[in-house]
């Protein structure tokens, strides 16, 4: 799979999870340790992270994760 579709993808699973838990973006970022605007670069697929950021993301989201994985 083209590694841009699955970012796109992975940054859906994200944002419907964080949706879900009543979490903004900003504050997702906070809870990451990540700059501010980094949660919404994520979810619009911009940017493949790194392995430590998709565990980081799982755990502030209280998922497994393969949860967030395409």
Known sequence: ME???LAIEFGNKVRNKRKSLGITQENLA?????D???GGIIERGEVNITLEKVYRLAAVLECDVK???P
Not at 30 to 34: I, P
């Open 3 to 5: 590694s841009k579709k």
């Open 30 to 34: 906070l809870r990451c340790k990540f």
């Open 36 to 38: 501010r605007t980094y």
């Open 67 to 69: 949860e967030l994985l």
